[in-house]
């Protein structure tokens, strides 16, 4: 890639800068969404017991790759404020460090998934009928842990130089093959014999293989094919300050989880109505993830340009496009949760055909919706902390938020107070208002100028 194919996201007009970086990341997530609707999708074809496992296994999956994700959100802080700096050779030593640590984390990650993957299932729990299944889907998914995490963190050095064309090359290929691999690997075509259930998991690892393999062909024909010039030893200090950046997200991640599992739990508590109110989240989350798309494109964008502008000293622009990205998701967040709130009985009815599912599906779009201008803002001025280094900052606020703020309230509405499902809902709403006023003053406060990456 030449540089006049790079996005130069340190001078130039502020929103030509956001724009270039947010629209392929928006297509990303989108490209997400569809992979994970056609698993399920698929797996519904097979059996509803088949379709509980690749729910259930997901999570674990998620787990699994937590590590990654907290990774790359130290190597994008990293990377970013080298090459905004003008330090390229210092990103080159960044990356190489985060991927062979990536790596190594994956490999152990992996040896424990195929030593201990009937333990795993048991302390998951569950159900003795489908344990089989489960089983064939851990050790397959153990296997593709290594090109998943190579693929994510290499992914994220792309991101933070502004390269973000590449990322969408990658994830479109490695999109397309998993969703022509479910089919595929599952029912077979002309003389190839379909493999059943095992296909989604095999199409997953496939996929990611795939497109790790696209990134390392990247790195040689780019500017980054320095990464493969030196030894690949590891750096103890570089890979210090990556963890030093990585554990308060990767914290952050296992709370948030943790915190839904909870919240999962106190619904299943409400009695008679509890069935109904499980099935109304799950179903309102599905329908809510419309929502979270351009929010969660903008936090990948915010990161990357405060990263870039703090290491270019332009400490002006970094707060400058913090702001400007948060206004603009929160409006445009903000028109589409009006329309899914008038338009919450249509939705739900799209996935649900009980009455009282349906209604509850609602009452809880209804709900959150309200909530979604905030949830905008907690997100990409979160991103933005991020980039600059201030991991500690936003772990600490969501953290707060999760288990301080929502879960207390969820338990004290719906369970003491006896306001059911509607009292989780209004914990949640209050929660996440909160979050989004926090992570708001940290960022006006301004703490995350004065982080030194060095």
Partial sequence: MSSGERINITSGNLWVSIWQLSWPMLLIMILNF???????????????????????????????????????????????????????????????????????????????GLIFYRQIIAVAGFPHNIRPIAERFIKIFALSLGPNYVLIISNAVFRASGEVRKVLLTMFLVSAVNIAGNFLLVFGLFSFPGLGYIGIALATAISVTVGMMVNFVLFSRGRWKAIYRTPANMSGGIVIRILELSWPAALLQIAWNAGSIVLYNILGRLGSGSITALASLTNGLRIEAIVYLPAFALNMAAAVLVGQNLGAKDIARATEVGWKMALSGIALVSIMAVIIFILAEDLASLISGDPSVLKGTALYLRFNMVSEPFMALSAILGGGLQGAGDTRGTMRIIVTAMWIIRLPLAWLFALVLGYGAPGVWAAMVTSMVIQGILMAYRFHRGLWKKITLE
């Avoid at 905004?84 to 210092?90: E, L, V």
Wanted: net charge negative; aromatic share 10%; hydrophobic share 60%.
């Fill in 34 to 112: 569809f992979v994970g609707m056609t698993d399920i999708y698929v797996a519904g074809f097979i059996s509803p017991e088949v379709q509980a496992v690749v729910g259930f296994v997901s999570q674990i999956f998620f787990l699994n790759i937590i590590i990654a994700n907290a990774i790359s959100i130290g190597t994008i802080a990293l990377t970013a404020r080298s090459i905004g700096a003008g330090d390229f050779d210092g990103a080159v030593k960044i990356a190489r460090q985060s991927l062979i640590f990536g790596i190594v984390a994956a490999v152990i990650l992996m040896a424990g």
